[in-house]
């Protein structure tokens, strides 16, 4: 697997469940995101989205929660009402109260920790139009400099995160596209989990509530869908400890399985299923230690490649039997292939 050790004690449920299915003449679909589910499931009984009231600070209609000596929650409501269960992204509150201090004057709450200074102007939305340090800011020391930061300030040196598509990568054009990531050489990052906040794949953050017929959490409009929510880390340059705090409260990250390391053989291209049959053959001829084998989006019936008549796009589990047109007899329906020659596995994916 290019120089990767495979864990044949990993592997091994995982065959052995895809040969059992296969055996009884079972379809297995969307067993990723059974497994998804059912580790949430499992994850969730160790969360808990309501914070240790010793950790939280209210002020009028701002409520502040002090995570970690770097991280502080900043909530504002005009309507009062703060969010107490889990979202799309922070599913665990309930952290060890760390040790912070905590003040007021007529005019401002003061908040300081070991690590951050947090200034509030009492009674005001701590986000201003334009953005400025009016009603909000926090301070850290960043490597020997002090570092100031304010709802809507902007920050050239964040390292960033994500992008929703690699398509039309080319050397450097894709950073626009990024959204801002947990670490930065700033000193501070920001997690932008109110509603009004747009991700970048378009979705927004709900809320996760208990669902009795589920019996699992279940996705629930927010408490207070004008309501700011936002989270501040103020790591510095220990970027380490940023993102391992941040799994805290968003979750622990599983590592991918070892066979994703390997050799993916992936091409955009209207492939038959005879297509398939020849390039697996040519992988294990010209034995190159291939993993896995992607069944890129023309397996839908698709009318831009030529090959669907009239019919409709990219939809579902529809199978362009024109190009494929028996499925099982293609290893069922999936979009990815796992090679394990000379046997082949299905991994469905949704």
């Known amino acids: 697997m290019n120089g990767f050790k495979k864990s044949?004690?990993?592997?091994?449920?995982?065959?052995?469940?895809?040969l059992l299915n296969f055996k009884k003449g079972k379809t297995i679909i969307c067993l990723v995101a059974l497994l998804m589910l059912a580790t949430a499931k499992t994850s969730a009984s160790d969360n808990n989205p309501v914070a240790n009231p010793e950790a939280v600070v209210i002020c009028g209609k701002a409520r502040f929660t002090v995570l970690t000596p770097e991280m502080i929650r900043i909530e504002y409501s005009a309507k009062g009402?703060?969010?107490?269960?889990?979202?799309?992204?922070v599913t665990n509150r309930r952290l060890k109260v760390p040790r912070f201090r905590k003040r007021e004057d007529n005019t401002y709450l003061y908040i300081v920790t070991d690590k951050v200074r947090l200034k509030y102007r009492k009674s005001t939305n701590p986000v201003t139009t334009p953005a400025s340090p009016e009603n909000?800011?926090?301070?850290?020391?960043?490597?020997g400099c002090e570092s100031v930061w304010y709802p809507g300030k902007s920050d050239s040196?964040?390292?960033?995160?994500?992008?929703?598509?690699l398509d039309g990568s080319n050397g450097d054009n894709k950073r626009a596209e990024m959204e801002n990531g947990l670490i930065s050489r700033s000193g501070w990052a920001v997690i932008d989990d109110s509603w009004a906040a747009i991700r970048s794949d378009g979705g927004r953050s709900y809320a996760l509530r208990p669902n009795a017929d589920m019996e699992f959490d279940w996705w629930a409009e927010r408490s207070d869908t004008d309501a700011l929510d936002i989270y501040y880390l103020g790591y510095g340059n220990d970027y380490k400890k940023a993102i391992s705090d941040y799994t805290k409260i968003a979750g622990k990250i599983p590592l991918p399985p070892d066979y994703v390391f390997g050799y993916w053989y992936s091409k955009y291209s209207a492939y038959s299923a005879d297509d398939y049959r020849r390039i697996m053959s040519e992988i294990k001829d010209n034995k190159i230690p291939a993993d896995v084998m992607i069944l890129d989006m023309d397996w839908h019936w698709n009318v831009g490649n030529g090959q669907s008549g009239d019919k409709g796009g990219w939809t579902g589990w529809s199978w362009n039997t024109n190009l494929i047109p028996n499925p099982k007899a293609c290893s069922g329906i999936s979009m990815i292939i796992?090679?394990?020659?000379?046997?082949?596995?299905?991994?469905?994916?949704?």
């Open 338 to 350: 796992i090679l394990r020659l000379p046997l082949i596995f299905i991994l469905p994916t949704v």
């Open 136 to 143: 909000l800011t926090i301070t850290i020391d960043n490597n």
């Open 81 to 89: 009402i703060f969010e107490d269960q889990a979202t799309f992204t």
């Open 157 to 165: 040196l964040n390292l960033k995160g994500t992008c929703r598509t």
């Open 8 to 18: 044949s004690s990993q592997k091994k449920p995982l065959l052995q469940g895809f």
